[in-house]
């Protein structure tokens, strides 16, 4: 069974920066992709960040030349570094990891969430 931890939230004014970290473990046999997404109050949850193991990435346009994600491979653990936050990035954050069990199974698998609050 595949199981991703998170950590980094918390709060933070406007304009400061938060770093999200997210290690999955268990039963994996290749990690396909790894990625971010958010859902504020009374919103649907959506896409913030991800990354291949080809290393290509792909970002919301709310948040491109804020947020930066990155990996390390070799753990499959998967960084967001947030700056110039905004009231507006308030959410719980979520990591997603899809990932190979076998050669041949492939699943999507999430963290329990992280909430980031940005406010004076």
């Known amino acids: 069974q595949v199981h991703l931890v998170e950590s980094g939230g918390g709060l933070v004014q406007p304009g400061g920066s938060l770093r999200l970290s997210c290690e999955a473990s268990g039963g994996i046999f290749r990690v396909i992709s790894m990625g971010w997404y958010r859902q504020a109050p009374g919103k649907q949850r959506e896409l913030v960040a991800d990354?291949?193991?080809?290393?290509?990435?792909n970002y919301a346009d709310s948040v491109k030349g804020r947020f930066t994600i990155s990996r390390n491979n070799a753990m499959n653990t998967v960084y967001l570094q947030m700056n110039s936050l905004k009231p507006e990035d308030t959410a719980v954050y979520y990591c997603?990891?899809?990932?190979?069990?076998?050669?041949?199974?492939?699943?999507?698998?999430w963290g329990q969430g992280t909430q980031v609050t940005v406010s004076s």
């Open positions: 997603n990891a899809r990932v190979y069990t076998s050669n041949v199974q492939w699943d999507d698998y």
């Open positions: 990354i291949t193991s080809g290393w290509n990435t």
